[in-house]
């Protein structure tokens, strides 16, 4: 099986940034994409953005566009998702998710194939 691990969520103010990593390890020949999801209180599990581990093809949502970045360590087996100009509404527990379909497939819930536990990430008004 494959196991993800998230680190780097945390209280921000709005404006601010913060990077989260997602180290995967295990059966980690079975991963085509990585990306990451999130879900705030009271709203869906929603994909936030996707990468594909050697295509170099990437996916945003709308709401994150220009100011998130996607990016992977292929060495490392790790992704990363740098978050600048972060607003209160992008608060919500970020999930990693991996899977061996495309990245368009990992935007759907049932398209991953692996997640992480998640991380908190507060952004302050």
């Given at each position: 099986q494959v196991q993800l691990v998230e680190?780097?969520?945390g209280l921000v103010q709005a404006g601010g940034s913060l990077r989260l990593s997602c180290l995967a390890s295990g059966r980690t020949f079975s991963i085509y994409a990585m990306g990451w999801f999130r879900q705030a209180p009271g709203?869906?599990?929603e994909s936030v953005a996707s990468i594909s581990w050697s295509?170099?093809?990437?996916?945003?949502?709308d709401s994150?566009?220009?100011r998130f970045t996607i990016s992977r360590d292929k060495a490392k087996n790790?992704?990363?998702?740098?978050?600048?100009?972060?607003?209160f509404e992008d608060?919500?527990?970020y999930y990693c998710a991996a899977g061996g379909g495309s990245t368009a497939t990992?935007?759907?819930?049932n398209g991953v194939n692996y997640w992480g536990k998640g991380?908190?990430?507060?952004?302050?008004?």
């Open positions: 680190s780097g969520g709203k869906e599990r295509g170099g093809n990437s996916y945003y949502v994150v566009k220009g790790t992704v990363y998702l740098q978050m600048d100009s972060l607003k608060t919500a527990v990992l935007r759907n819930y991380t908190l990430v507060t952004v302050s008004s």
